[in-house]
């Protein structure tokens, strides 16, 4: 099944001066189980490439299908419903909710989908690593640690596709190994469909398909190998 599906996809930003074209004839398919990263220099349009790819943001031209179905057939609220039940998104600055407890923080976004599995959020935090963090704020973790609540809370829902920016921008080498190590767990074991954005290239070597931006285009799609 095609998780993702762009046909000649362009995002413009009409500036004072002009406009601005971020993303440049733009074709794409990603399939359920892959496992992606996106990569190039800053500005090159990676970020803006999967707010669009996640309904986050309009595309100004092209075709899209999310799901096998065009982005234009979602209403605003079934979008929405997307998003937070098979779409997860994790980002380098973890944006935990400092007032709750590690717990608490994954069970908000359980909650947002209709229903709290106590058992559920306990066995995802025992497969992260951070069952001993439960009762924990975020501002008394480590950066590893709190990227594992991010990457818990972003689970919960058990996501189809997980979309990740940057996840490991802010840890150390031996933290984004094991962060790795669990992305690769969550794809294989899982089958689940992950999509991220990074600078490293650790990162991106482990990812099976790496595809590059530059100034807005896809310049390389390659399975690693
Ligand atoms: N809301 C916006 N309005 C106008 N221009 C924007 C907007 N969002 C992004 N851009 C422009 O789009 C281009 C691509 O930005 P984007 O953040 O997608 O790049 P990136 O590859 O993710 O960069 P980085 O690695 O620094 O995060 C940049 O030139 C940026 O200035």
Redesign the pocket.
């Known amino acids: 099944m095609s998780i993702i599906k762009a046909l000649n996809l362009f995002k413009t930003?009409t500036?004072q001066d002009g406009i601005?074209t971020?993303l440049k004839d733009i074709n794409l398919t990603i399939n359920e189980g892959e496992y992606v990263a996106i990569i190039?220099p800053?500005?090159?349009?990676?970020?803006?490439?999967i707010r669009i790819l996640s309904g986050l943001e309009q595309k100004t031209s092209g075709n899209l299908m999310l799901f096998e179905k065009p982005i234009e057939n979602y209403s605003t609220d079934a979008l929405t419903e997307l998003r937070i039940a098979d779409i997860g998104f994790v980002f380098q600055s973890y944006q935990l909710i400092n007032e709750l407890t590690v717990y608490e923080n994954i069970e908000l976004a359980a909650t947002l989908n209709g229903f709290v599995d106590k058992d559920k959020i306990y066995q995802l935090m025992s497969e992260l690593h951070i069952k001993s963090y439960a009762s924990f704020y975020p501002n008394m973790l480590s950066g590893g640690t709190k990227q594992r609540v991010a990457i818990a809370r972003a689970l919960i829902n058990n996501p189809r596709l997980l979309f990740l920016d940057e996840p490991t921008g802010n840890l150390d080498d031996k933290t984004t190994n094991q962060l790795l190590l669990l992305l690769k767990e969550q794809n294989e074991l899982h089958q689940r469909t992950l999509i991220i954005?990074t600078h490293d290239k650790d990162v991106a070597t482990q990812a099976k398909r790496v595809i590059e931006?530059k100034n807005g285009a896809i310049i390389r799609d390659e399975t690693n190998g």
């Open positions: 930003y500036l601005d971020v190039g800053t500005g090159s349009g990676k970020s803006s490439l954005i931006l």
